[in-house]
């Protein structure tokens, strides 16, 4: 992680500090410092057909929603670890080795469902409130001062970064996580998909080998009740007939493009879920 400081997005973020509860449009102000920051620190697929694809099933899943406060993004960053997170104001990001290790398109689409809901549901503004409460508003209030050095300085400069602003804000409880979840199972169907592409793609990481589970899974809930609450909400839906479980191959021709896009990089870099 780099530890390069960000004047201007300090500065906001110091405003932001000062003014209470965020409003939509304060969101949407912090939305386009964000993205800036994140593009400078993240390699991001710049192929018009995987971005097109991923947002298509974005837009197919908000589409049932009706209008949004905020204009939605999609963005595919190349990065190998199993993980997808969200900005402020509809920014939802995706690492190629979550679409790389989904085994369909529901798979995937479960896991975009659950990054809308955690934008859905405000949690991103939420953690900006918790941030403003707590000690990161005294810290930036140290930087605005001027006056560098020590923990507080470093707890500052790892929060300027895309990387390290992102881990903050995707820092989720419990009950978020589970909210998210719930979102999705409901959200999917109403977009055509299977919804049980998400506790499918847990299963997919369960059964990943190494002793730290996928960073997507590593928050609490343990990803076995996750997978039981999200397989539970599941059973008692009524579920529409013919939800889509894939798409006719065009799921493993993204998989292959990223493959030979991305042939020879191997990139990882922050853990953010
Ligand atoms: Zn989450």
Excluded at 107 to 115: K, P, Q, Y
Excluded at 125 to 147: C, F, P, T
Aim: negative net charge; glycine residues 8%; charged residues 20%.
């Amino acid at each position: 992680m780099t530890r390069r400081c960000c004047a201007s997005l300090l500065s906001l973020l110091a405003f932001l500090s000062a003014c209470g509860t965020m409003s939509v449009q304060k969101e949407q102000d912090l939305s386009r410092e964000f993205e800036r920051q994140v593009r400078r620190e993240y390699r991001f697929i710049r192929d018009p057909i995987v971005n097109q694809y991923v947002t298509k099933i974005g837009e197919t899943i908000l589409q049932p929603l009706g209008p949004q406060p905020f204009e939605y993004s999609f963005h595919v960053v190349e990065d190998e670890e199993v993980n997808a997170f969200a900005g402020p104001a509809g920014q939802i990001y995706v690492h190629t080795g979550t679409i790389q290790r989904a085994r369909n398109v529901t798979e995937l689409a479960g896991v975009i469902a659950h990054e809308i809901g955690h934008v859905q549901k405000r949690h991103i503004a939420q953690n900006y409130e918790k941030m403003q409460a707590a000690s990161w508003g005294k810290e930036l209030a140290v930087i605005g001062a001027g006056v560098l050095g020590g923990q507080a300085a470093a707890g500052a400069a790892d929060l300027a970064t895309g990387v390290g602003l992102a881990s903050v804000l995707n820092s989720f409880g419990r009950d978020a996580e589970n909210e998210a979840d719930a979102f999705a199972v409901e959200a999917l169907p109403k977009a055509g998909y299977d919804p049980n592409g998400l506790p499918s793609f847990f299963e997919t990481l369960a059964a990943e080998p190494g002793p730290h589970p996928p960073a997507f899974l590593s928050s609490h809930p343990a990803p076995a009740d996750r997978l039981a609450r999200t397989r539970a909400l599941i059973a008692a839906a009524q579920l529409p007939p013919n939800l889509r479980e894939d798409d006719d191959g065009r799921f493993e021709i993204i998989q292959q493009r990223i493959a030979l896009l991305t042939r020879g990089r191997a990139r990882s870099k922050g853990e953010v879920h």
